[in-house]
């Protein structure tokens, strides 16, 4: 295993170059503003920042709007682009940046559809599953909305996406500490909410 | 207990989004028609903007090159409502940029914003009591007779305000000096050297006092509001002196029109005397 490991990068630097100047190449026609660049990218990226923006706004709509948001602003943004971490990254980064609207429309949404009480309910072989799930999920967007943007941030790409502390801490722009510390906090908040909502 | 149900939160959310189906190609499509159209304006506003950018360009260029810079700012100015202002406060108006005010400009509503300080004090009869004197008023024509050439009689300005009755020339006596009834402006150096310049040229008619009268109001203020005046009454000192080349040159200024319509007609008509009937 350990010699596999060694050896990896002997095998493997070519691709890895390639794609690096492949990106590269990429990211040069972004900030000249190409389409067809943007196309690429959004054909390759949809599915992460999409998943991410659901997750994170927890609203089908505003994950779309969020993910029109990142692709249309990726060419000015593609400006302050280093190469320091991935393109997939850059793109959660700058719905991160955009996620504040998009989260408050969302909350908003999700407040006037439970005053209504026509929340929707999926349609799904296995219903009653189904439902105890959206409504635990249900639960904790709602709990979520309580919270600020930041911690919630943190909370949905470190529990929900599985991210590492680094990886989040890199996302948002801060020192990992201050992740952890933020991930901390809404966790406390989180678990204090859903055990009010449990207790009524 | 709490991180059980938390944990089972989290995994709820993750499957509820991962179950939800993404837009992908309508929002695909929804972002290239917002990037389309976003360069589309950018390109709209530059097609109009640029020829804009141009015709401004080329018409300051344009006007600075014929000397119509001045005036074409004063008129922007008095459109603007800033020249107004800056008539009712001559002080300002002092450190602005120049002023080559038509002489018709200056009748309408200057003359009592350009009464000199001093005569603030004065009472109301005292400025009818004055109304006949001599009183620089920049705005008014007056006679101004230029012996040295037999030109024939040109306006000279004088200051629109309740003069003193020490200054007297019975040539030139205003018929029509506005009553400066309102509140007078404070008096500054710029003012003085006015009112000596105009006291050399029009009372005492000492052309060499006056000259160097008006060489120094204009070192002083140099853009003042009593500038194109004084450069036309520089002139006129320098043909009484007999310095009729360097008359021509200012006065050519004045009939090309760098100042204005101001004075224009006068430069033209005492260009020619001094030319001579052409051949």
């Known amino acids: ?3 596999l490991d060694l050896l990896a990068p002997l095998f493997f630097s070519r691709p890895t170059a390639s794609a690096a100047r492949a990106e590269e190449e990429l990211v040069e026609r972004l900030r000249r503003g190409e389409s067809s660049a943007i196309a690429e ?17 927890g609203d089908d709509a505003a994950a779309e709007d969020l993910v029109h948001d990142v692709f249309v602003s990726l060419p000015s943004a593609a400006q302050r682009f280093r190469g320091e971490s991935s393109l997939k990254t850059f793109l959660v980064s700058i719905a991160v940046n955009h996620a504040r609207h998009h989260l408050r429309s969302a909350a908003r949404r999700r407040a006037a559809l439970e005053r209504l009480g026509r929340e929707p309910l999926p349609d799904a072989p296995n219903p009653e599953r189904d439902v105890s799930r959206a ?20 909370f949905v790409l470190c529990e929900v996406e599985d991210r590492s502390a680094r990886e989040a801490a890199e996302i948002m722009g801060v020192p990992e500490a201050t992740a952890r510390t933020r991930l901390f906090h809404a966790k406390q908040k989180l678990r204090a909410l859903l055990d009010e909502e449990e207790s009524r | 207990m709490n991180d059980d149900v938390l944990r089972a939160a989290t995994r709820a959310l993750r499957e509820e989004a991962d179950a939800s189906k993404g837009r992908g190609a309508e929002t695909r499509a929804r972002v290239l028609a917002t990037l389309k159209a976003r360069r589309a304006r950018k390109l ?13 360009v080329g018409s300051v260029a344009w006007a600075d090159a014929t000397h119509r810079l001045p005036s074409v700012w004063y008129e922007i100015k008095q459109d603007l409502g800033f020249g107004r202002e800056e008539e009712e406060a001559p002080a300002e108006a002092m450190s602005n940029p120049p002023a080559a005010a038509p002489a018709a400009k200056n009748v309408k509503g200057a003359a ?10 004065a009472p109301a009869e005292k400025v009818a009591e004055a109304e006949p004197e001599v009183s620089p008023t ?55 050297l006015y009112r000596a310049a ?29 500038a194109p005046e004084a450069h036309y009454n520089r002139a006129l000192c320098l043909v009484r002196l007999g ?13 090309s029109g760098s100042f204005g319509g101001y004075r224009k007609a006068e430069a033209k008509a005492l260009l020619d005397a001094m030319r001579g009937p052409t051949p």
């Not at chain 1, 990226?45 to 991410?52: E, I, L």
């Not at chain 2, 709209?44 to 401004?56: D, E, H, S």
């Not at chain 2, 009592?112 to 005569?119: I, N, S, V, Y």
């Open chain 2, 44 to 56: 709209a506003a530059i097609r109009v903007m640029v020829p804009l950018a141009a015709v401004l």
């Open chain 1, 135 to 154: 409504a635990l999920a249900r639960a904790l967007d709602r709990a979520l909305d309580q919270l600020p943007v930041q911690q919630r941030v943190a």
């Open chain 1, 41 to 57: 990218v959004y054909d390759e990226h949809y599915a992460t920042v999409r998943a991410f923006a659901r997750r994170l706004t």
């Open chain 2, 198 to 226: 105009h006291q050399a040229h029009f009372v005492t008619r000492d052309p060499a006092a006056a000259l160097a009268a008006w060489d120094a109001y204009l070192r002083a203020a140099p853009r003042g509001r009593f």
């Open chain 1, 1 to 3: 295993m350990r010699a």
């Open chain 2, 112 to 121: 009592p914003a350009e009464a000199p300080a001093e005569k603030a004090e």
């Open chain 2, 138 to 192: 920049p705005s008014e024509p007056q006679a101004a007779p230029v012996d040295a050439v037999g030109a024939p009689m040109v306006a000279a300005p004088k200051i629109a305000a309740a003069e003193p009755p020490k200054a007297s020339a019975p040539s030139e006596t205003a018929e029509e000096a506005p009553v400066a009834a309102a509140p007078a402006p404070r008096v500054d150096s710029d003012d003085a």
């Open chain 2, 243 to 255: 310095r009729t080349a360097e008359a021509e040159r200012t006065l050519e200024l004045f009939a």
